[in-house]
């Protein structure tokens, strides 16, 4: 059959599912496995020997990879030009040996955080699929990445955020047009909402890792990062955990590229970084425990991180085995810290998310757990400025 001109290159096959094996369908509506209740992964065509001449060269956003992604049809995909976020090297942050730290920034974003690229694929799937009313609890930024992607591609968002989440992300989601619900609570509070108004109206909702394909936009990064570094991994990879799907899609993407040859089975150790807010993965991963329970302190300055309970949890806390990582939380007073000290040295203003992987690094090192001749991967997952009224700001 002759390739369409709407057609992309994608080698998409099905969905799978990682606990029971369960194959399916990737052409109809899909959730979570019908048999266990796990998420779905996206199953590819891919062989060993595959050539990165799989990737479109001459496209500026992260639907280069459309082979690895899920959208078969082109007309299908939503894209506000998401992904490619440069590489930094900290010049100025040092803490004792002078150990080289890479950062990757995701703040450049459209609506300045990572949660586009999750959205764009879920959204373009979603058209794809027929779905017009979508729906989200979020701690912000996923918020404002679905309604400004929605106005894009002419879909009707439904947001669900704490009432507490600060002032423009709000904003921003009125102003995309999307309808707003605020909720007293956390994003689990928010969620069982979602539940109830979307199953009421017949929404389909870009929960976290209760749909298959936002993991997909996100594995993107590891692609990113894998080219960025030449196909050699960094040795520790730090990422701020909320509901955990970079750090799912990251080693999905790691995965994919192994089966391709394109890397070996050296993997970089994965470090969640939590808020002491909602630290449940921490404290799972620390007691050894296969899955987490449930925990909110209530408010914290790195909305992101109040995520009482990952829906895949199981699979995280996995993944940190796997990689022989860890995981450790950190407090709003040294989140703070840390925010300040990354914009007074480096001329970065991160999220506070981001921030608190400073001062887990700081931790680790003292520990010995990360080695002076070590290289090390900060992910910065959105920029700082929707958080000002947050911090604190000495005149």
């Known amino acids: 059959?002759?390739?369409?001109?709407?057609?992309?290159?994608?080698?998409?096959?099905?969905?799978?599912?990682?606990?029971?094996?369960?194959?399916?369908?990737?052409?109809?509506?899909?959730?979570?496995?019908?048999?266990?209740?796990?998420?779905?992964?996206?199953?590819?065509?891919?062989?060993?020997?595959?050539?990165?001449?799989?990737?479109?060269?001459?496209?500026?956003?992260?639907?280069?990879?459309?082979?690895?992604?899920?959208?078969?049809?082109?007309?299908?995909?939503?894209?506000?030009?998401?992904?490619?976020?440069?590489?930094?090297?900290?010049?100025?942050?040092?803490?004792?040996?002078?150990?080289?730290?890479?950062?990757?920034?995701?703040?450049?974003?459209?609506?300045?955080?990572?949660?586009?690229?999750?959205?764009?694929?879920?959204?373009?799937?979603?058209?794809?699929?027929?779905?017009?009313?979508?729906?989200?609890?979020?701690?912000?930024?996923a918020g404002g990445a679905l309604a400004a992607y929605c106005a894009k591609?002419?879909?009707?968002?439904?947001v669900f955020m704490p009432r507490d989440t600060p002032k423009i992300f709000k904003d921003e989601?009125?102003?995309?047009?999307?309808?707003?619900?605020?909720?007293?609570?956390?994003?689990?509070?928010?969620?069982?909402?979602?539940?109830?108004?979307?199953?009421?109206?017949?929404?389909?909702?870009?929960?976290?890792?209760?749909?298959?394909?936002?993991?997909?936009?996100?594995?993107?990064?590891?692609?990113?990062?894998?080219?960025?570094?030449?196909?050699?991994?960094?040795?520790?990879l730090l990422y701020p955990t909320g509901g955990g799907t970079g750090i799912v899609g990251i080693w999905k993407a790691f995965n994919e590229m192994e089966k391709m040859g394109w890397i070996g089975n050296e993997r970089p150790r994965m470090v969640a970084v939590q808020s002491t807010s909602c630290d449940g993965i921490t404290k799972a991963f620390l007691n050894k425990n296969m899955d987490s329970e449930a925990i909110d302190n209530g408010f914290t300055i790195a909305n992101g991180l109040r995520v009482p309970k990952p829906y895949a949890s199981k699979i995280i806390l996995q993944i940190l085995r796997e990689s022989n990582g860890t995981a450790l939380s950190i407090n709003d007073h040294l989140i703070e810290k840390s925010l300040k000290e990354i914009a007074l040295r480096e001329g970065i203003l991160a999220a506070p998310e981001g921030a608190a992987l400073w001062e887990a690094y700081k931790q680790l090192c003292d520990k010995h757990w990360i080695l002076p001749d070590e290289k090390v991967l900060f992910l910065n997952t959105g920029t700082g400025y929707k958080y000002l009224e947050n911090i604190k700001i000495e005149s």
């Open 173 to 236: 989601c009125r102003l995309y047009g999307a309808e707003l619900i605020e909720v007293n609570g956390s994003i689990s509070d928010c969620g069982k909402m979602n539940d109830q108004y979307s199953l009421r109206n017949g929404w389909f909702q870009i929960s976290t890792l209760k749909e298959p394909y936002r993991a997909e936009g996100k594995k993107t990064m590891g692609y990113e990062i894998a080219e960025q570094f030449d196909y050699q991994l960094p040795d520790v």
């Open 1 to 141: 059959m002759l390739k369409t001109l709407t057609s992309t290159n994608s080698l998409f096959e099905n969905l799978q599912c990682p606990a029971c094996g369960e194959l399916h369908s990737g052409s109809v509506v899909q959730t979570v496995c019908n048999q266990c209740s796990s998420t779905l992964f996206a199953n590819y065509k891919i062989a060993r020997g595959a050539g990165t001449d799989i990737f479109d060269q001459n496209d500026s956003s992260m639907w280069k990879y459309s082979s690895v992604l899920p959208v078969k049809n082109s007309k299908n995909i939503i894209s506000l030009g998401e992904g490619q976020t440069p590489l930094l090297k900290f010049s100025n942050l040092k803490h004792k040996e002078n150990r080289p730290i890479f950062w990757k920034d995701e703040s450049g974003n459209p609506t300045g955080s990572f949660k586009a690229r999750g959205i764009s694929a879920a959204l373009s799937k979603a058209k794809e699929l027929g779905i017009s009313d979508v729906s989200i609890p979020t701690a912000g930024n």
């Open 153 to 158: 591609g002419n879909l009707k968002a439904h």
